[in-house]
């Protein structure tokens, strides 16, 4: 994708992406970053860089968000990923060279990297 | 904390959790006169006075998860370390502005580092219905965000849209890098 920056850009990437909208399936994902002071100071910002780099690389349609601190402040960065239909998992100290093989065995594989979950909730 | 910026991130974080719909954040160097200033005012619920005097003790917080709230204290420790100051500005219902300054070519402040990836961090809030207006300026020279006019060009489409994400982190990147390049010129 060539450089872009311009808010003339913008307008041109409108156009595009409202004709994407048309035809995109939303993937259900989300991965949602732990952004309280706690999960700031254990990297978590560094964590949700690597996130979007590792989307971005494998071209993989998701939501990326923050959310403030949960209390499980000593297992920061704290990550979650959520998918339509499956049970929410949380993922506990994540730092950004584990965030490579999270995507790949979990988005890509559909297989929960065990050892890394510190919490879960199921899907109503 | 390492960088600046994760204080930064850490100030947009609570303008966010007290409802803000507005974030101001302004980076000042002034080279000549040896500061470094970072101000984030937000119009959220604001605090009384009471609660302002109790924001910067470690061992007081809103949440209910734990017993200590440490952003304000930290990046108050780390001001008054370099020789600077530390404001905090509150009404009940019109907002919080909090005003940080530095010494800034003191040996124990810390660089203002990764900005890029802390307003990223900021604008990818599961909080939408906000804006931030951004200016980071080292003496004359300056580089800026305005998220409301961004909206006015996306309509309905959400800032957090994968491609609309990527312009802004290759818009912010790029700004940074002239804003640099022209500084050192």
């Not at chain 1, 209390?71 to 490579?100: H, W």
Request: glycine share 8%; charged share 25%.
């Amino acid at each position: 994708m060539p450089q872009i920056k311009s808010l003339e850009e913008l307008r041109k990437l409108r156009q595009q992406v409202e004709r994407d909208i048309a035809t995109r399936k939303d993937t259900g994902t989300t991965v949602i970053v732990g952004m309280g002071t706690c999960g700031i100071a254990a990297g978590a910002r560094e964590t949700m860089h690597a996130v979007l780099e590792e989307l971005r690389k494998r071209d993989i349609d998701a939501n990326v968000t923050t959310v403030g601190c949960i209390g499980m402040c000593a297992r920061e960065p704290l990550v979650d990923i959520e998918q339509a239909g499956k049970p929410r998992v949380t993922y506990g100290n994540v730092t950004p060279d584990m965030v490579s093989r999270l995507i790949e065995e979990h988005l890509v594989k559909g297989q929960v990297v065990e050892e890394w979950v510190v919490g879960r909730l199921q899907s109503s | 904390m390492r960088e600046l910026s994760l204080h930064i991130l850490d100030l947009m974080e609570n303008a966010l959790a007290a409802g803000a719909q507005h974030i101001r954040v302004t980076v000042e160097e002034d080279t000549r006169a040896n500061t470094l200033t970072i101000t984030v005012a937000d119009d959220g619920c604001g605090m009384d006075t009471e609660t302002q005097a109790r924001a910067v003790d470690p061992y007081y917080t809103t949440r209910m998860t734990r017993h200590v709230g440490l952003g304000l204290p930290l990046i108050k420790a780390a001001a008054e370390r370099c020789a600077g100051g530390f404001e905090l500005n509150s009404r009940v219902g019109k907002g919080t502005t909090v005003m940080v300054s530095f010494q800034r070519d003191h040996i124990d402040r810390a660089p203002l580092g990764d900005m890029v990836s802390t307003l990223m961090g900021a604008l990818l809030n599961d909080r939408d219905a906000w804006d931030l207006a951004f200016v980071h300026r080292i003496d004359e020279h300056e580089f800026g965000l305005d998220t409301a006019e961004v909206r006015q060009i996306l309509g309905d489409i959400p800032l957090g849209y994968p491609a609309v994400r990527e312009w802004l982190e290759t818009f912010l990147r790029q700004g940074y890098e002239e804003l640099y390049i022209t500084v050192a010129a």
